[in-house]
């Protein structure tokens, strides 16, 4: 059995194949025989025009997978064409999922503080499950550096106490282009002192995103008296992974995990499949 996991973002689609009666995640592939010279994993700019052909083409190399399971913040219209093309391609369905008001299932406890669960955006719920699946212990500050820029808490019994969002790196970039007269669309370098305007606003923009980060660790770290270890993912990531490193001064307590959205939605897969799960969890 083959599950197909769909991480629709803002920018791009990131899909992979995967097994949820797997022991641990990306442990244990789905066989060989099922899925010879494919790829079990990728990603597609959400703006190419041909994006659900080129997917449908990618799995066409694999087995049709049992079920598909997504999560999406892109448009409507997006979304709308992906589910189109899964239902004339092998008239699958989609299972959208989004935020819940917790989560039990593998061992992970959530519990959503949201005013109102739903409203929290199922890419950041779908992270938290996969931040606190790859780290069972401790306060958690999950960061998804994307479109947008998320600083999400996890205290350590599992409550997501709240967090902010912010413009990510390269909305900010184009918005300053697009909303001034003479600033370009910087194509700069992070540097200590900037001497011309594309680096002045690399360099802003970067340390705009890296006192966001430090300003939300210090509150969660104040809110649960104690340590907080740094998770960051989405597309942006690497970008400022070695800065938070070394300006933010978080050293070891950070860590790079690129497809917490990914991994969260796998253990959403595997509780869907559970009959020991209810919906009030899903």
């Not at 599950?3 to 803002?10: F, K, T």
């Not at 799995?59 to 598909?68: G, H, M, V, Y």
């Not at 995103?209 to 690497?238: M, Y």
Request: net charge neutral; hydrophobic share 45%.
């Amino acid at each position: 059995m083959s599950w197909l996991l769909l991480d629709a973002g803002n920018t791009a689609l990131k899909w992979e194949l995967t097994c949820p009666a797997a022991a641990q995640w990306r442990e244990a592939d789905i066989p060989e025989a099922a899925t010879a010279h494919a790829n079990r994993r990728g990603s597609i700019a959400m703006d190419d025009p041909q994006l659900a052909a080129k997917l449908l083409t990618e799995l066409k190399r694999a087995d049709t997978p049992t079920a598909i399971v997504g999560c999406a913040v892109a448009s409507e219209e997006r979304v709308n064409a992906i589910d189109a093309a899964f239902r004339a391609a092998s008239s699958q369905k989609v299972q959208w999922l989004g935020a819940a008001a917790q989560f039990d299932h593998d061992g992970i406890t959530l519990r959503n503080s949201y005013r109102n669960p739903l409203q929290l955006g199922p890419d950041r719920w779908h992270a938290l499950i996969g931040a606190r699946a790859r780290f069972p212990q401790g306060v958690l500050a999950v960061i998804n550096a994307g479109t947008a820029t998320t600083v999400d808490g996890l205290n350590e019994d599992g409550r997501f106490v709240g967090g902010v969002i912010a413009p990510g790196i390269d909305l900010m970039r184009t918005s300053l282009a697009q909303g001034t007269a003479r600033l370009p669309l910087a194509a700069g370098e992070y540097v200590a002192h900037p001497d011309n305007s594309d680096d002045a606003i690399c360099t802003g923009i970067l340390d705009a995103q890296i006192g966001l980060i430090e300003r939300r660790v210090r509150r969660i770290r104040e809110q649960a008296g104690a340590l907080v270890h740094v998770v960051l993912s989405g597309g942006r990531g690497p970008d400022l992974f070695a800065l938070l490193r070394a300006q933010a001064g978080f050293g070891t307590m950070i860590a790079h995990e690129p497809d917490l959205v990914l991994r969260g939605l796998w253990h959403r897969a595997r509780a869907l499949a559970s009959d020991a799960v209810t919906n009030r969890v899903l």
